[in-house]
């Protein structure tokens, strides 16, 4: 298989979903030209980690005009993309990666693993479905997600070629400093236990009494990073697999 993917490492957007939106656009432009067939971005990034009496009020349902709009804004965009949001259906409110082509919305994946606040706010997903671009076969996991064994075993069985991974390691200080080499090693091993490449894309940057060094990288299915964006600096990950 030879095909380019790409992630990327965005600085932290809290609420404003128009800024995050360009962002997205312009990462997913220079993903393009250096033909990349596939773009991931971070977990909830078109709204911003947002986990408290708010959330359901910044929730997208993706029937709306609203989030028709925004496909019309990245029609002209090639590349598969892969955009963690909040979404809302009916009265429930799900951490939701959708996964978008030339602006038609192709699927869904839903956090089945939810993390600690995020009980209560969230409904879990159930379903593991695949995605396929230029013969690539390809999951998806949520941040959470990837500390489960099982959630990467629901798609082994498939013989899936990637998972791609949407994460948001925004954390306490404590908390980013313990987790800041923690994130690639469980991701290394998810991908062993894949037989498939993953590919991450986080946050970094400061926010409030937060930090996120990331890591964005690549991992291969021996668990080997091939490539990594530098932490604590955003950027974007190019890379042929």
Not at 122 to 128: A, L, Q, S, T, V
Not at 135 to 148: A, T
């Amino acid at each position: 298989m030879d095909v380019t993917i790409a992630s990327c490492q965005m600085p932290y957007v809290h609420e404003n979903l128009e800024y995050s939106l360009d962002l997205i656009i312009n990462y997913a432009r220079r993903a393009d030209d250096l033909g990349a067939k596939l773009v991931c971005f971070p977990e909830c990034y078109l709204q911003g980690y947002v986990i408290g009496p708010r959330t359901r009020e910044l929730a997208l349902n993706l029937s709306s005009h609203r989030f028709e709009r925004i496909l019309d804004q990245v029609s002209g965009i090639r590349p598969v993309l892969v955009i963690g949001l909040i979404e809302i259906e009916s009265s429930r409110v799900f951490n939701t990666a959708i996964v978008l082509r030339e602006g038609e919305l192709i699927g869904t994946y839903r956090k089945v693993k939810l993390y600690g606040g995020e009980h209560g706010i969230f409904d879990p997903g159930h379903d593991f479905p695949i995605f396929e671009t230029d013969g690539l076969k390809f999951g998806i996991n949520i941040c959470n997600d990837l500390n489960f064994p099982e959630s990467t075993q629901a798609f082994t069985s498939q013989g899936i070629d990637l998972l791609v991974c949407p994460c948001n390691n925004m954390m306490g200080l404590e908390n980013a400093e313990k987790w800041r080499f923690k994130h690639n090693e469980i991701r290394a091993i998810r991908a062993s236990e894949a037989q498939s490449w993953l590919i991450s894309s986080d946050v970094t940057g400061k926010w409030d009494d937060r930090i996120s060094y990331g890591p964005t990288a690549l991992i291969n299915h021996e668990g080997v990073v091939v490539s990594q964006i530098p932490t604590s600096m955003p950027g974007l990950l190019v890379q042929k697999v």
